[in-house]
């Protein structure tokens, strides 16, 4: 059964740092993804100081730039956003397929939440889409991280 996607914003650790760990490619889509996961941590409570970029080459470095961020201790959760657009072969559909692994090995390894916001598109216009607006995948990605922190606080005591 799935859940409902989080909508609001969970209350906020002012103390936290969160890392945005974004591919180079789309610029101005990416640029959207950003700005949506920066306004919804802000308005959790989260200081702008403690909200970190980490450009990564493309999406497929996420993972690897999401590793080093965490084996550093730079940030109490992640979020990785970036697009890949289908082309003609599978390559695209590899790279995503092994994007959202590395994440995912990362935040099982770390014990940080690292949340997946690589959109795997047909279209750059399906990926506009899904980074205006309430849609914002950032915007969710940014909910969900928080959702986790505090889920993790109050497991962990």
């Known amino acids: 059964m799935q859940t409902e996607a989080v909508k609001s914003n969970p209350p906020a650790n002012p103390q936290w740092k969160?890392?945005?760990?974004?591919?180079?490619?789309?610029k101005e889509?990416?640029?959207?993804?950003?700005?949506?996961?920066?306004?919804?941590?802000?308005?959790?409570?989260?200081?702008?100081?403690?909200?970190?970029?980490?450009?990564?080459?493309?999406?497929f470095e996420i993972p690897l730039i999401?590793?080093?961020?965490?084996?550093?201790?730079?940030?109490?959760?992640?979020i990785g956003l970036g697009i890949?657009?289908?082309g003609e072969t599978e390559h695209a559909r590899l790279l995503a397929?092994?994007?959202?692994?590395?994440i995912m090995d990362v935040q099982l390894h770390a014990g940080i939440p690292f949340a997946f916001e690589v959109l795997y598109v047909s279209s750059l216009k399906q990926a506009?889409?899904?980074?205006?607006?309430?849609?914002?995948?950032?915007r969710e990605a940014a909910r969900a991280v928080l959702h986790s922190l505090a889920e993790l606080k109050r497991i962990r005591g």
């Open 18 to 26: 969160i890392a945005l760990i974004h591919s180079t490619y789309y």
């Open 29 to 59: 889509e990416i640029d959207a993804l950003v700005a949506g996961a920066m306004e919804v941590l802000t308005e959790a409570g989260i200081p702008r100081g403690n909200i970190s970029p980490y450009p990564a080459a493309g999406s």
């Open 66 to 78: 999401g590793g080093a961020v965490a084996k550093e201790k730079k940030a109490d959760a992640m």
């Open 84 to 86: 890949i657009v289908e």
């Open 97 to 102: 397929e092994q994007t959202a692994r590395g």
């Open 128 to 138: 506009l889409e899904r980074c205006q607006g309430e849609g914002n995948k950032g």
